[in-house]
């Protein structure tokens, strides 16, 4: 999985929260609101999210974080699968695995 350089998050980050308190000053000035939602359709593919808040929430968690950590806390289907003892399903107590019946067997082997 690729992600991106922390230097780039940062920098989006601060954009999209800097445009944000621009827009709360301005919420009627539609320049202002069509950079703010671009900062934050940035943020949102850079985080590989649909939302610009889980995006910035996603950035922060990544910037807090090592690449490890980042990864266990917003995938948890990523993380370490259980040992096999655990995948195998039980097999009934008299249950014995057998070859084919002798009519289908092969002469080759005899």
């Not at 929260?17 to 671009?38: G, H, K, Q, S």
């Amino acid at each position: 999985m690729l992600l991106p350089a922390k230097a780039e998050v940062a920098r989006q980050l601060r954009r999209y929260r800097a445009w944000e308190r621009v827009m709360l000053a301005a919420p009627a000035d539609r320049t202002v609101r069509a950079t703010f939602e671009d900062s934050g359709y940035t943020l949102c593919v850079l985080m590989g999210k649909r939302c610009a808040r889980e995006a910035a929430d996603a950035a922060e968690r990544y910037l807090r974080t090592n690449v490890v950590t980042y990864l266990r806390l917003s995938r948890p289907h990523l993380q370490e699968s259980p040992p096999r003892e655990q995948l195998e399903r039980p097999r009934p107590a008299g249950a014995v695995r057998r070859g084919p019946p002798a009519a289908e067997r092969s002469p080759a082997g005899t």
